[in-house]
């Protein structure tokens, strides 16, 4: 990493990976070794202070390499996400994604409670966008499976996911790591289909447009 260099990595504000420029690199080495100095260890630490090229919003990259291991390690601040964003997302109903966001950002924090009753919601959301407000929980899965938006598999794993929000709500009981990745993914899957949405009323739109177009041309 050298001052000049583009690097790619996720920028908080464009919500996806883009380049980063570097604009300043600062170095310093450090040693580490046990009370009785039988081993030493020497790590170079190189700081690049980088900004996107697209918003120019700032971030910093270290490398770490270890002598005499020759172990190299990466991080950043802000911290890389740990589920990057798909690329769907931006077909979603705003609110929708900016939860969506909120979630992927708690799950990078391991802000495992947040992400869990962050996921019930957004499962609420979806039944609202799709159904209404039409009761308890219980009764919008229902009537999700009966209007044909959720197969009998489906309505299986919504409600095993939710169960894991449940038990972090009232019964306070930590979710872990796989828990919430479980739930985050099932909870992909079902919000997943309001992009797919989206894209079918695209499609509609296009093709009426086009059968309206063709039926206004004057006969050959």
Known sequence: MKIGDKIPL???RCKK????????IDQRDETQSDESGQWLLEHTLTRGFTECVVCSWPKVRIHVFTLPTEQESYR????????PVPAWAKRLPTDVQQLLLEVYGAFTDKRYWLVVM???????MFALERIGDVGGFAQKLEKLQNEGYLSSHDK??????????HGATHRREAPSERECLAVLEITEHLIHKLA???HAETLNLAAATKAKTASRKPPR
């Open 118 to 124: 962050g996921c019930r919601t957004l499962v609420d």
């Open 10 to 12: 996720h920028c908080e």
């Open 156 to 165: 299986l794993l919504i409600k095993q996911a939710v169960e894991v929000g």
């Open 76 to 83: 950043s601040i802000p911290r890389e996400p740990e589920r």
């Open 196 to 198: 797919l949405a989206s």
């Open 17 to 24: 990976s883009t380049e980063h420029a570097v604009l300043y």
